[in-house]
């Protein structure tokens, strides 16, 4: 349904195809054929980004008294939600030749938690936090 507020809203639950930048270069990685590696995601400000929120949130309440929230958590709270945004992709290795590893949510939270490919997790919090990805007009 349609809110009063519609006209302000942003598109925040169509994923946007975030094309990927080698590192160095900061070009857009291409294979043979000129086809840009790319990766669906859903923005930041989406229900599945709020419901993964909650789960977090739900099971930090449930361990209260427990201990502290420990690093190495937080960060897999992080690769696990960036996976949660991904709704698919299209890799290629840095010399642009295609990655065959198929998506899934546990590829997604492999590739993301690996810290040698901390470099496409940041382009992928930029892009999925960017809200001009996510607008109308684009």
């Known amino acids: 349904?349609?809110?009063?507020?519609?006209?302000?809203?942003?598109?925040?639950?169509?994923?946007?195809?975030?094309?990927?930048?080698?590192?160095?270069?900061?070009?857009p990685l291409k294979d043979a054929e000129?086809?840009?590696?790319?990766?669906?995601?859903?923005?930041?400000?989406?229900?599945?980004?709020?419901?993964?929120?909650?789960?977090?949130?739900?099971?930090?309440?449930?361990?209260?008294?427990?201990?502290?929230?420990?690093?190495?958590?937080?960060?897999?709270?992080?690769v696990g939600r960036l996976a949660a945004l991904t709704t698919g992709w299209y890799l290629l290795d840095l010399a642009g030749?295609?990655?065959?590893?198929l998506f899934s949510v546990d590829n997604a939270e492999a590739l993301y938690g690996n810290s040698r490919v901390s470099w496409l997790r940041e382009q992928l919090e930029e892009g999925s936090t960017d809200r001009e990805n996510f607008s109308r007009a684009s």
Do not use: C, W
Not at 1 to 27: N, Y
């Open 1 to 27: 349904q349609m809110s009063k507020f519609s006209a302000l809203e942003l598109e925040t639950d169509k994923p946007f195809r975030l094309v990927i930048l080698h590192p160095v270069s900061r070009q």
């Open 34 to 78: 000129g086809k840009e590696a790319y990766v669906d995601i859903h923005s930041a400000d989406s229900d599945i980004a709020k419901k993964f929120d909650r789960k977090v949130f739900r099971a930090r309440l449930n361990m209260r008294g427990r201990g502290k929230v420990q690093p190495e958590q937080l960060e897999a709270e992080a």
């Open 97 to 101: 030749n295609h990655l065959d590893v």
